[in-house]
């Protein structure tokens, strides 16, 4: 219906200026349903090299330019993707052997082979510690290539849970030989993979243009042409799904999803995410390091309220670092809502209406569904306790830079994206004070996550990882609040997989007529 | 002599008021403004609830003329159940705060500058004319987010930020002006009766080139309203919880669709903020300049 | 005459370079006087304390804030201002990217200001002295109280969101490509004869231009007005009129012309205030300029973004402003004689 309105109002500005009428059936191609599919995204890629960052929110945009190692399903099944197979070697967990594909082509033509495993994962990152793919699968030392489809990871430490991170955040495979030729600066320029579409146009802020690559290892995507339009205002996003000038829209704010349900042009999916909304708290400021002041913080938060009047009852309140339903949720444990037991926490540690207890929230604006409303509700319900808490725009950016360099101030309100739904990727690596996302760094806690890390994947391991989300959350070293809500907005007619992790994967979409 | 400089100046408060009180611009201008002011100092009296109160059980309620509006909300809660209509009350006073402190502060380091520009030629008045030239060659917006960076947020930067920005508004128009009183009769009458430099300039000069000072001054609250707003859509003003009416526009935002009068009511405001001192200052420049008057009469 | 503009230009131009330098040495100390740590934002999580003395180095913080500023200056005249932090790019390649859009928005808005305020001010000078003069004069108040980004809003509100007539975010549709050139969609789309993508990019300048000159007609109006007024005394226009010509034909041959100097005067004064205007303009309409780089710069607390951007700003705004003195001349009858 838009199309056919542009076309009718493009025909009259032709005919208006007197233009030829060859433009008058340029438009009426246009009419016609074309393979092309532009989809407002809020956010842009931060680096073109996706080993570099941790950097949930744009891997939507690699996975289709690099493709993965690995895949997380629709419903949240690790399953095979560049790598075919993968088999221990080894009972201690320290020889991964993986084999790839066969025939996997980068966008040069180029066979992607085990020399690029290597390039991508150990040798760039032993030379440059600043990839975050180093922080992410911390403990590979080498990789010995068997074949140019069969190679052994070898890791320092036992790592029984490593396959669950070839699917997720840095996981990615990069052609050595491009990337020695022009170089990283070439490379950001003109970045390749082996993924499903190529990158045909990039304007920073703006738009990224991909293009089908037709000799993808996995067949070519129906979609031809995918725009992805960077539009951070949310309002901007939604007007772009509901005037038709995108074709999918996602993370809307929810009211707006909502609303956007009732209109018969457009297809509202609103679906939990494998996300947890939670607070970090940095155990490096002063002022955290008392139990007491950290009970209050938490004790004061009403999470059946956030969940009501910001998600319509629809983001199940969280007690522990884990989804509800994924392996180590603990469903009969709920962590109290009590103003009283807050007031009492803080007089322990000192405060009270004379000596307020003054903290500071840093808080996204606009980049997670409703980030500034629940920061701005937070302050207010502190505030009813007697905490005074400044609260500070912050951009993802930045918050990684912080965090990773243990420079925060303050408290911060984050979505914690985990779409394997193991906890060692939830309370395992919100609380390990060796790696570089925890906020929370207590040095006691590494013998005891370390252990964890070991452990082969048993009924054991999961019983031992409640227990440490159930002390993690009677002392707040990490605050969990809701489970993140996404959203994901589309003309009838595209029919979109929800992924847990939020993914939007045009190579998988279908058009239905 | 003092005599002829003394009825000059006292004629030509005469006049002033006499033309005030004729011009429909002036008296409608310091109506709207004495509301605004009223709101400001009176907000705690006359809001209906606490601004910073949120009722998270009762987010994005209309007005109470709908049938599922509160008496309580008489405009509607935001989407953290907080009253509209007291927030755009409680707005005033940093909308006011900021434009008259800010304005005072400009007109203060303007002026100044100015009569010793104006006064003193030469190399002074070529000093301080590069100094405003070098100023404005920067876009105001881009001067005042780039101080906000240096300097935080909060209400005393935005000031500052302002003042910093557009003393410079204030010293060319009102060094121009002291060019033109400095030639006048009673000035060289009293250099001759020897009266010193300063006094010269506070006596004879500042007070005829006051009611220009004066209609500047209400001119440029109307600014520093706008630059405020400006910087509180930016998310560089104030701290989250005091209401400002920059930042209703940008939260109204969101919610257009479900919820168009919380963003309506602050524009209004805003607005009608803004409209009111331009009035009042263009009516006042109308009225003090009998070049206008007689021009605008026609 | 070419003598005269010469001179102009050129004395303009030996000025402009003074002023950029203190102007970038001011925001290079404003910038620095926050008590953030640029440091903590590049160096890696598990940094050493070598290798943060040696980042320091490389970044030159370990020099006072003066000869910081010497190595930067030294930087810019060849061309290189530094890497933003948030981006990760070369602050060039991200405002030489930006730029053209900022500059074409700014060209249509101006354009379209003008085609407002010519007949504006005429009509307003010509209805003085009657009962619509109360009217005209409450329309211009009004619209000199609206600020540009309301403006802003209220065109994306109406004409974007409630009509659906136009587009309100970015230069382009989505799957246009954006052709190599000047990098002003306009001409460009132009040359190539591509006329879908030239009306596309002119549908999206159509509500950010109209915002920007929505915010700066009022006053050109105004000036307009009372510099038609002030020429209607004249006595070359008493002359032209004992000469039997018609009120209308002395209007526009004779009083436009001269009425257009103190015009041309205020715009060029004002041209500041156009730009910033582009900085909330194209962030509420997605438009990739420097104006949107700016606050996005300024979020992100993007010191070398930031400086970059402000130079640029400065540069652009001397340029014009020399632009605007050679065209006072042209126009001046009274300076073109003089030569």
């Not at chain 3, 060849?78 to 602050?91: K, Q």
């Amino acid at each position: 219906m838009e199309k056919y309105l542009r076309f009718t109002k493009r025909e009259f500005c032709a005919t208006a200026l007197g233009l030829p009428l060859s433009t008058l059936f340029e438009g009426e191609a246009l009419a016609q349903v074309s393979d092309t599919l532009s989809i407002a995204f809020p956010v842009d890629v931060q680096s073109w090299d996706p080993t570099s960052v941790t950097f949930p929110a744009g891997q939507s945009i690699y996975k289709c330019v690099f493709d993965s190692p690995m895949h997380y399903s629709t419903d949240q099944k690790l399953q095979p993707k560049q790598i075919k197979d993968r088999k221990w070697l080894d009972e201690a967990n320290t020889r991964l052997e993986i084999t790839l594909q066969d025939g996997i082509l980068f966008h040069d033509g180029s066979q992607l082979t085990m020399e690029d495993v290597r390039y991508s994962w150990i040798e760039r990152p032993q030379k440059d510690r600043r990839l975050a793919i180093g922080g992410m699968i911390p403990d590979m030392n080498d990789i010995q290539i068997v074949s140019p489809t069969k190679g052994v990871i070898i890791f320092s430490k036992p790592a029984p849970s490593v396959e669950y991170y070839l699917g997720f955040l840095a996981a990615y495979i990069i052609p050595k030989a491009y990337h020695l030729r022009v170089g990283n600066e070439g490379f950001l320029e003109k970045p390749i993979g082996a993924g499903p579409y190529k990158l045909v146009d990039y304007q920073r802020g703006s738009r990224i243009v991909l293009e089908a690559f037709d000799r993808y290892w996995a067949g070519v995507p129906s979609i031809k042409k995918v725009t992805f339009q960077i539009l951070p205002e949310p309002t901007a996003r939604v007007a772009a799904i509901e005037s038709g000038r995108v074709d999918i829209a996602t993370q809307l704010p929810f009211r707006e999803a909502v609303r956007l349900s009732s209109n018969s042009n457009l297809t509202s999916d609103i679906y939990d995410l494998s996300e947890v909304f939670l607070l970090q708290v940095p155990s490096y400021v002063e002022i955290y390091k008392n139990k007491d002041v950290r009970a209050a913080l938490h004790l004061s938060i009403d999470k059946q309220a956030l969940s009501k009047s910001f998600f319509n009852g629809v983001a199940k309140p969280l007690s522990v670092l884990a989804t509800s339903g994924s392996s180590s949720d603990v469903p009969g444990y709920n962590f109290p809502y009590d103003k009283a037991r807050a007031i009492a926490s803080l007089k322990k540690a000192g405060y009270d209406s004379a000596k307020p207890l003054q903290i500071t929230l840093q808080a996204t604006n606009g980049t997670y569904p409703n980030d500034y409303l629940i920061a701005r509700a937070l302050v207010a319900m502190w505030k009813q306790v007697g905490i005074n808490a400044t609260l500070s725009e912050i951009t993802i950016a930045k918050y990684l830079e912080l965090n990773h360099s243990q420079k925060l101030d303050g408290v911060m309100l984050y979505s914690w994206a985990n779409p394997t739904g193991d906890p060692e990727n939830f309370a395992g690596r919100i609380l390990n004070p060796d790696l570089r996302f925890a906020a929370w760094r207590d040095a006691a806690l590494a013998p005891r996550i370390a252990e964890l890390y070991a452990m082969k994947l048993t009924p054991q391991r999961i019983e031992a990882y409640k227990k440490l989300q159930i002390e993690a959350s009677e002392n707040s070293w990490s605050i969990p609040l809701l489970q993140t809500v996404g959203n994901v907005v589309s003309k009838k007619g595209i029919a979109v997989p929800k992924y847990a992790a939020g993914y939007i994967l045009p190579a998988e979409f279908a058009r239905r007529r | 002599m003092i005599a002829v400089a003394g009825r000059s100046i006292g004629t030509k408060i005469r006049d002033f008021i006499g033309a005030i009180q004729n011009s429909p611009r002036v008296l409608v201008g310091a109506l709207i403004v004495l509301c605004m002011i009223v709101c400001a100092v009176f907000a705690p009296w006359i809001a209906p609830n606490d601004p910073s109160i949120q009722d998270l059980a009762n987010t994005l309620l209309p007005p109470m003329w709908s049938s599922v509006g509160s008496r309580q909300f008489p405009f509607g809660t935001d989407a953290l159940g907080r009253c509209v209509l007291s927030q755009v009350i409680y707005g005033t006073r940093i909308a006011l705060q900021v434009g008259f402190l800010a304005a005072t502060g400009a007109a203060v380091i303007g002026t100044t500058l100015a009569l010793a520009a104006g006064y003193c030629g030469g190399k002074v008045d070529r000093a301080i004319g590069y100094l405003v030239d070098l100023w404005m060659s920067l876009p105001p917006v881009v001067l005042s987010l780039t101080l906000m960076v240096g300097l935080g947020t909060g209400v005393g930067n935005v000031i500052l930020s302002i003042v910093l920005v557009d003393w410079t508004r204030f010293c060319r128009v009102v060094r121009s002006e002291v060019l033109v009183v400095r030639r006048k009769d009673f000035v060289s009458a009293a250099r001759l009766l020897g009266f010193g430099h300063l006094r010269i300039v506070l006596r004879e000069i500042l007070p005829s080139v006051a009611p220009l000072i004066i209609t500047l001054f209400t001119l440029q609250v109307g600014i520093g309203v706008i630059v405020e707003a400006i910087l509180s859509f930016v998310g560089m003003s104030v701290p989250a919880d005091t209401p400002a009416w920059g930042m209703m526009i940008a939260d109204g935002r969101s919610d257009i669709h479900a919820a168009p009068w919380v963003a309506l009511l602050p524009i209004l405001a805003m607005f009608m903020t803004v409209l009111g001192l331009n009035l009042l200052g263009e009516g006042l420049r109308v009225a003090l300049d009998p070049r206008l008057r007689n021009r605008d009469a026609r | 005459m070419f003598k005269a503009l010469a001179q102009v230009a050129l004395r303009r131009l030996l000025d402009a370079v003074p002023t950029v330098f203190l102007l970038s040495i001011v925001v290079f100390v404003v910038l620095r006087a926050l008590p953030a740590d640029p440091l903590a934002l590049l160096l890696p999580p598990n940094a050493t304390q070598a290798d943060a003395a040696a980042m320091k180095v490389a970044m030159g913080l370990d020099h006072a804030v003066p000869v910081q500023f010497v190595f930067w200056l030294r930087d810019a005249f060849n061309g290189d201002l530094g890497t933003s932090i948030s981006f990760r790019e070369p602050v060039t390649t991200l405002i030489a990217n930006a730029l053209p859009a900022t500059l074409e928005l700014s060209i249509a808005g101006l354009a379209l200001a003008l085609l407002i305020s010519v007949p504006g001010g005429l009509w307003f000078f010509a209805v003085r002295g009657q009962r619509k003069e109360v009217v005209a004069d409450l329309a211009i108040v009004s619209m000199l109280s609206i600020p540009t980004f309301l403006w802003g809003l209220l065109l994306m509100l109406t004409f974007g969101v409630a009509f659906g007539l136009l587009p309100f975010a970015g230069r382009v549709d989505s799957d246009a490509i954006l052709p190599s050139g000047t990098g002003l969609l306009l001409v460009d789309y132009l040359i190539r004869l591509d006329w879908r993508n030239w009306l596309s990019a002119l549908s999206h300048l159509a509500l950010p231009a109209t915002a920007l000159a929505l915010g700066f007609s009022p006053m050109v109006i105004r000036v307009l007005r009372s510099s038609l007024i002030e020429a209607s005394s004249e006595a070359y226009v008493m002359a032209a009129r004992q000469r039997g010509l018609s009120e209308t034909r002395v209007l526009i041959a004779h009083m436009l012309r001269n009425a257009a100097l103190p015009a041309i005067t205020l715009i060029g004064a004002q041209l500041g205030f156009l730009f910033g205007g582009t900085l909330l303009i194209e962030s509420i309409f997605s438009f990739p300029g420097i104006g949107n780089l700016m606050v996005q710069a300024v979020r992100n607390h993007d010191l070398p973004l930031i400086q970059g951007i402000v130079l640029v700003f400065c540069i652009t705004t001397l340029l014009i402003n020399t632009l605007v003195d050679i065209l006072y001349v042209v126009l001046n009858p009274k300076l073109r004689k003089s030569s």
